[in-house]
């Protein structure tokens, strides 16, 4: 069965990163750069004027940053699918990245593979992190900790999982445990928590260091 084709949005305001992430995400067959901005007006325009599936966006640009474009993006099109790829790998943009609805945050120094394994990712519905600013974030994460949330251990080891990315298939078979037991923790995480989406599980996650 041949991939879903997802439709890019790529927005950065150095042509040469243009140029490098087209071509290359261009060898892919399933994904397509159909526009390309570099700063968040044009961005905006293209986005209602273009079909287009998943926003690949940077944080430093002229003008609005990619974070109040991304807020701009979630309040007009809130279905929309945004990802994060920018070279800042400090937790406040991090947090405010989720926050404002991105499904992601990658960052430029990541390989070809996994940039288009995020695509994939998102586009599907999941949230994908960079394992290098995860890991980083969750090292220096000061306060909270695992033992302040409502969640039992087994629980917090499911929400660690999404936070990676792991769909509900692959934790199922980390934690030797059923797909719908998997999605029966998923229901009880967020009902705890008063959390709706995959990205809100994943910054809670990061800001109580777990």
Known sequence: MMDQHIRILLVDD???VQEG???RLSQQSNLDVVAVASDGESALQKIENTAID???M???MPGMNGIQVLQHIKARYPDLVVLILTMHDNREYLLSALRSGASGYVLKDVSAAELINAIEVVFHGGTYLSRSVSQTLLDTQPGTTASNTPLTPREQMVLT???EGECSKHIAAKLHISVRTVETHRQKIKR????N???ELTRY???HNL
């Open 192 to 195: 705890k928590l008063g959390i």
């Open 14 to 16: 150095h042509v040469l």
């Open 205 to 207: 996650a990061i800001e």
């Open 21 to 23: 992430i087209r071509a």
């Open 197 to 199: 989406s995959t990205a």
């Open 58 to 60: 940077d944080i430093s």
């Open 54 to 56: 998943v926003v690949l």
């Open 161 to 163: 999982l999404l936070a």
